[in-house]
């Protein structure tokens, strides 16, 4: 599975748990949410991403996220 596919999932995944965190467990969870909305906006802005990073190290390649 390429990166990018895999940055989003994890994305959409984490920001789908803290919503749900923050609506039946607690408040403070909204941190998450906006931690992973933050770190999206900085990686659009900047290029950089640290999620790319490690996965790189990991050994997934680049793909085509959407065809």
């Known amino acids: 599975m390429p990166i990018e596919k895999i940055t989003l999932l994890l994305s959409g995944t984490m920001v789908l748990l803290g919503s749900l965190l923050t609506i039946y467990h607690s408040p403070v969870w909204v941190y998450l949410t906006t931690f992973v909305g933050a770190s999206l906006l900085f990686?659009?802005?900047?290029?950089?991403?640290?999620?790319?990073?490690?996965?790189?190290?990991?050994?997934?390649?680049?793909?085509?996220?959407?065809?």
């Open 43 to 67: 990686a659009g802005v900047t290029g950089f991403c640290p999620m790319v990073k490690i996965l790189r190290k990991l050994g997934f390649k680049h793909g085509q996220a959407f065809k």
